[in-house]
T-cell receptor, first 115, second 112 residues
Framework: GAVVSQHPSWVICKSGTSVKIECRSL??????MFWYRQFPKQSLMLMATSNEGSKATYEQGVEKDKFLINHASLTLSTLTVTSAHPEDSSFYIC???????????FGQGTRLTVV | GENVEQHPSTLSVQEGDSAVIKCTYS??????FPWYKQELGKRPQLIID?????GEKKDQRIAVTLNKTAKHFSLHITETQPEDSAVYFCAADTGTASKLTFGTGTRLQVTL
């Protein structure tokens, strides 16, 4: 199957700092990638759709100025959590599809802890 | 937008028994329904999926059924084993942008 790689797998940062998470499709090109957030014992909630070469599309209630998304190439999307606060601590996970309406391949996820 | 409900939230079965997890969706345009298994701290793994032009699909001990009229789909696991213990998520995709809406998850525990 296709491989999506996410880095880092975990990160601890101080409150007020920014953290960048990378999501790469290793063996296919992805014009669209998706970013999810998962709180403990909860489901995956879509945060935004990352579009190569254009602005990301954010879901309702997600602050675009806080969660900056850049999709500069067909194999890399980045999520930057700016001015992180303890309530941003969560499991962030990306996904990409080979094509429309096909299997989603997930990255390993990033456990963010803001102290 | 799409809304996916999933039941039960927890399910405990004895090894060898069957487990059934049910989901309903709201958007009649949804046409792709994957099921994911997620172990603690790991990424979701696709275990089976079904498209709206099919009513049932089976892969060894795992099967999924889809009722488009009623807008519900179910996961069936037979002959459960301890390694089936995990959290299972259903999801629905309207196909317009490959966006997945996930159900709330079912924690399955298979006891010896």
């Amino acid at each position: 199957g296709a491989v999506v790689s996410q880095h880092p797998s975990w990160v601890i940062c101080k409150s007020g700092t920014s953290v960048k998470i990378e999501c790469r499709s290793l063996d296919f090109q992805a014009t669209t990638m998706f970013w999810y957030r998962q709180f403990p014992k909860q489901s995956l909630m879509l945060m935004a759709t990352s579009n190569e070469g254009s602005k990301a599309t954010y879901e309702q209630g997600v602050e675009k100025d806080k969660f900056l998304i850049n999709h500069a190439s067909l194999t890399l999307s980045t999520l930057t959590v700016t001015s992180a606060h303890p309530e941003d601590s969560s499991f962030y996970i990306c996904s990409a599809n080979r094509g429309w309406n096909t299997e989603a391949f997930f990255g390993q996820g990033t456990r963010l802890t803001v102290v | 937008g799409e809304n996916v409900e999933q039941h039960p939230s927890t399910l405990s079965v004895q090894e060898g028994d069957s487990a059934v997890i049910k989901c309903t969706y709201s958007d009649s345009a949804s046409n792709y329904f994957p099921w994911y298994k997620q172990e603690l701290g790991k990424r979701p793994q696709l275990i089976i999926d079904i498209r709206s032009n099919v009513g049932e699909k089976k892969d060894q001990r795992i099967a999924v059924t889809l009722n488009k009229t009623a807008k519900h789909f179910s996961l069936h696991i037979t002959e459960t084993q301890p390694e089936d213990s995990a959290v299972y998520f259903c999801a629905a995709d309207t196909g317009t942008a490959s966006k997945l809406t996930f159900g709330t998850g079912t924690r399955l525990q298979v006891t010896l």
